[in-house]
């Protein structure tokens, strides 16, 4: 029978069974010892921001004997233990010498993700303004005038000639057709009508196609050689039959 179900995710082996042990044993050993420590060094910390210089004065031995106790049973490296305390004497004559306490290293970031994109654009735009400096100079600044100057009126022109344009090429027949409106409104006749629009123009007939060219008889095919024999003229030379031998008379 198993010893561990099959959905078990834990350890199997007696190696490994062990080890879990062992690990148990030492946390129940370990972890009050580091807990201690981290709670009497909390306590002096937070006396000596409060200003009560007697509480933090007892409570700092407290707090070295524990980190120095976790370190001699394994519960914590013995430079980690020192670590802390120097952060804490550190600290607690900060406090008490009235300079704020930095709780911890981590600088946090209080800028969002729209606020430091907004930062970026206007570094970008800073550094390429640095970078042109050729309209500092004096004669940069008459190159960028002159640039300008240019650009403008290649721009008016374009415009110029287009809104020009219409007004030249109307046509003299809408002139006459003024002119001749004008002087029947001053004999007080009625205008004309428009005249009807001219016919369209009648549409050419359509080129009839050609006929297509009639197709030339095939040639006539030459008749095929007859596969009879040769002539006799070609043929080999046959051979004459020989005659009937004579049967040879008994002698009497």
Request: glycine letters at 4%; a positive charge; charged letters at 25%.
């Amino acid at each position: 029978m198993a010893h561990s179900a099959r959905n078990w995710k834990g350890a199997r082996t007696p190696q490994a069974i062990k080890r879990d042990r062992q690990a148990a044993r030492r946390h129940e050993v370990n972890q009050p010892r580091e807990s201690r420590a981290k709670t009497l060094v909390t306590k002096a910390l937070r006396a000596a921001i409060a200003g009560d210089a007697e509480l933090a004065t007892a409570t700092i031995p407290e707090a070295e004997s524990a980190l120095d106790r976790a370190a001699k049973t394994g519960a914590i490296h013995p430079n980690a233990a020192a670590r802390r305390k120097s952060r804490l004497m550190r600290k607690v004559n900060a406090a008490l010498a009235g300079t704020t306490v930095v709780g911890s290293a981590h600088v946090t970031k209080t800028t969002g993700k729209a606020a430091a994109a907004k930062a970026a654009k206007a570094r970008v735009a800073a550094s390429r303004a640095a970078k042109a400096k050729g309209e500092q100079t004096a004669a940069g600044k008459a190159r960028a005038a002159v640039h300008r100057a240019t650009r403008g009126e290649a721009t008016e022109t374009p415009a110029a000639a287009t809104s020009t344009a219409p007004a030249a090429a109307k046509p003299a027949a809408r002139k006459t057709a003024s002119t001749a409106r004008a002087a029947t409104a001053a004999r007080g006749e009625a205008a004309p009508k428009t005249t009807a629009k001219a016919p369209a123009a009648a549409k050419a007939p359509a080129v009839a196609k050609a006929p297509a060219a009639a197709k030339a008889p095939a040639a006539a095919k030459a008749p095929r050689a007859s596969r009879t024999a040769a002539p006799a003229e070609d043929a080999a030379p046959t051979k004459p039959a020989r005659a009937p031998r004579a049967k040879k008379q008994p002698e009497a």
